[in-house]
């Protein structure tokens, strides 16, 4: 038999102290030309249903999308970034559940659940990552999609014996990924801001993880993969690709969990 799985920890809210500063300090993810093309790849995946968001944020794509037609509900672990959330146009809108993407369940059930900029790797076990795949698979519908947006771990680009890669290098942010367990697949993320001439500082845990696995949790949780991009704008995933938007697709025929 195999041996049971460690239970998932208990999640840590990291973004609280920043949750107030989220746009100021990635203004770039907020441009138009960023949002449009995930919010019509999104708004094609969910078709005529409800779309779920796990770890909805300030709502970045949640709003817009709800705005293009679908009805979106989020799940957020943080309530300070919910607070955030709740202070732009729309929001009311928006059913929001706080809680663990891993394992919070809502009533509902969904012809898309979605997950973007790296959050699977906010989830810092394997086994945490694993039960967000069931958790999605959980809330769709038969043939519904779960689609990702996550990078593609830039370890070759490490010189041996170097643990720490820069990432970011502007005038005003700094940002350098430090991996701490190569077998762990554990990394921090640091960064630094100057914001009116102040100095701001946030260092958050991930675990990184490889295409190839992501696609092994997917079946694991009942899915395949359907498709894999580059980016929103369908450009080809090929091995010099630094990031990909998967979507795997849940089988008509599957149990729900």
């Known amino acids: 038999m195999p041996a049971p799985t460690d239970p998932v920890p208990e999640p840590v809210d990291h973004f609280a102290p920043i949750a107030h500063l989220y746009e100021t300090y990635w203004p770039e993810l907020f441009d138009p030309a960023v949002i449009e093309p995930a919010v ?3 708004a094609e995946h969910a078709g005529d249903g409800p779309a779920l968001e796990l770890g909805v944020g300030t709502g970045r794509l949640a709003l817009p999308l709800h705005s293009a037609g679908v009805p979106v509900h989020g799940i957020e672990l943080s309530p300070a970034v919910v607070e955030q959330l709740r202070t732009r146009p729309g929001s009311q809108e928006l059913d929001i559940t706080i809680g663990d993407m891993a394992t919070t369940r809502v009533e509902q059930i969904f012809t898309l659940v979605y997950l973007v900029r790296n959050t699977i790797m906010n989830l810092t076990t394997q086994d945490a990552q694993v039960a967000c795949f069931a958790n999605a698979a959980a809330h769709l519908e038969p043939g519904g999609c779960f689609v990702m947006e996550v990078m593609v771990p830039q370890l070759r680009r490490l010189p041996p014996g170097e643990t720490v890669r820069p990432f970011t290098m502007t005038t005003s942010h700094l940002g350098f990924d430090e991996v701490t367990d190569f077998v762990a697949q554990e990394s921090w993320s640091h960064h630094y801001w100057i914001v009116d001439g102040a100095l701001h500082t946030f ?55």
Request: aromatic share 14%.
């Open 203 to 257: 260092s958050a845990p991930f675990r990184y993880v490889w295409p190839s696995e992501l696609d092994l949790m997917a079946r694991l949780a009942g899915l395949v993969l359907r498709e894999r991009w580059g980016d929103w704008d369908r450009s080809p995933f090929t091995s010099e690709s630094t990031s990909h938007v998967s979507v795997w697709q849940r089988e008509a025929h599957s149990e729900r969990a």
């Open 40 to 42: 019509r790849f999104l």
